[in-house]
């Protein structure tokens, strides 16, 4: 169970870190979740659910359908989530990133706050202290979470 897990995990690191490269102004987000998916499957992983790619406004869950021509443009917020499975056992990542340029605080500030999250995360701590804190760093990059 732990070596597939971990499996899973690698193949989640290895293909997070290629489509960062393959995020460009002008590639369609169809060429996007084949890529995902077909690198998965390549490592040796299943598929925990098809590749989500959202844009600006689509906050999240957008699988595209095999007719979508929509392409990426300079400028556009892209959140990717995926996973890979081995044997039933999951890895899940997501991220975003912005096409065409550096981050910015929006992306700064979702960054910061998820590791503020992720390192308060032990035994006996309140998920609504966790929220707390998500927010209060939110907040202090000027945004209304």
């Known amino acids: 169970m732990y070596e597939d897990y971990r499996k899973a995990g690698?193949?989640?690191?290895?293909?997070?870190?290629?489509?960062?490269?393959?995020?460009?102004?002008?590639t369609k987000v169809l060429e996007i979740a084949e890529f995902v998916e077909n690198r998965i499957k390549s490592l040796g992983g299943e598929l925990a659910f098809p590749c989500n790619i959202?844009?600006?406004?689509?906050?999240?869950?957008?699988?595209?359908?095999i007719y979508d021509e929509t392409v990426l443009q300079n400028g556009d917020y892209v959140k990717i989530d995926m996973g890979a499975h081995v044997n039933g056992y999951i890895a899940d990542t997501a991220f975003t990133v912005k096409i065409g340029e550096e981050k910015d605080d929006l992306?700064?500030?979702?960054?910061?706050?998820?590791?503020?999250?992720?390192?308060?995360?032990?035994?006996?701590?309140?998920?609504?202290?966790?929220?707390?804190?998500?927010?209060?760093?939110?907040?202090?990059?000027?945004f209304k979470p």
Do not use: C, Q, W
Request: aromatic share 4%.
């Open 10 to 26: 690698e193949i989640t690191k290895i293909v997070k870190k290629e489509v960062e490269e393959f995020l460009k102004e002008g």
């Open 54 to 65: 959202s844009i600006n406004e689509i906050a999240a869950h957008y699988s595209p359908p």
């Open 107 to 142: 992306i700064r500030a979702s960054e910061e706050a998820l590791e503020n999250a992720i390192s308060m995360i032990k035994a006996g701590v309140n998920t609504s202290d966790i929220g707390a804190k998500i927010e209060e760093t939110i907040k202090s990059y000027g």
